[in-house]
């Protein structure tokens, strides 16, 4: 069954420190794998996916196939980067995306 | 540029009543696809249209329908409503087979039924 597993719904860190949301999924092809973030009061937008390995505003997540992860990482937070974070995976005929339950950062001064 | 947009952005329904909500792809755009995002979670995929066909389902009853018109815009339609199909409905509109092929989200219906 295809299913995308985000263990940490909330996710409190303060400024300058080190960040890592988390991301198992369960497919069994060859998926994409996307990060979406929501910030407060905005819709729902692309951070950025696997396919392309880069880095938008600091954040970079790898594709590890052997633990099925695809964890998102920021080696410095910013209190601009508290939002809610979703994981999500598309199926290779790319007509189905299947989302995380999300994960809340929380930024601390 | 306008985005993805959606209509209503709130509506209020009882319980057995019928409901349709309204999407209008990004210019362009020849896929639209549902969502239903319920307090606490992640989107549920609900449908995908391209080209005006069904390309793919999600886990959800025959009380939920969709189509998709010539001018791509896109209804979901929901009978029979019940306390659980309370939620925000997304849209979200992309290209299949262009580079990329990046989701746009709308902002979204909230769905109130009492």
């Known amino acids: 069954a295809q299913r995308v597993t985000q263990p940490e719904k909330l996710l409190s860190v303060f400024k300058g420190a080190p960040v890592e949301l988390k991301c198992n999924y369960s497919?069994?092809?060859?998926?994409?794998l996307f990060w979406y973030v929501q910030y407060s009061r905005q819709r729902l937008q692309l951070l950025l996916r696997?396919?392309s390995r880069e880095s938008i505003k600091g954040f970079t997540a790898d594709l590890n196939k052997g633990e099925t992860s695809f964890h998102l990482k920021k080696p410095f937070a910013q209190e601009e980067d508290s939002a809610m974070y979703y994981c999500?995976?598309?199926?290779?005929?790319?007509?189905?995306?299947?989302f995380g339950a999300g994960t809340r950062l929380f930024v601390k001064a | 540029d306008a985005g993805v947009t959606q209509s209503p952005t709130h509506l209020i329904k009882t319980r057995g009543q019928h409901v349709t909500l309204r999407c209008s792809p990004i210019s362009g755009h020849k896929s639209v696809s549902w969502y239903q995002q319920v307090l606490g979670q992640g989107p549920q995929f609900i449908f995908q249209y391209y080209e005006k066909e069904e390309r793919g389902r999600g886990n959800f009853p025959d009380r939920f329908s969709a189509r998709q018109f010539p001018n791509y815009s896109s209804e979901l339609n929901v009978n029979a409503l019940l306390l659980g199909d309370s939620a925000l409905y997304l849209c979200?509109?992309?290209?299949?087979?262009?580079?990329?092929?990046?989701?746009?989200f709308g902002e979204g219906s909230w769905l109130t039924v009492v």
């Open positions: 497919y069994s092809g060859s998926p994409e």
């Open positions: 979200a509109s992309s290209n299949p087979g262009t580079s990329g092929n990046t989701i746009y």
């Open positions: 696997h396919i």
């Open positions: 999500a995976l598309r199926d290779t005929g790319g007509f189905k995306t299947i």
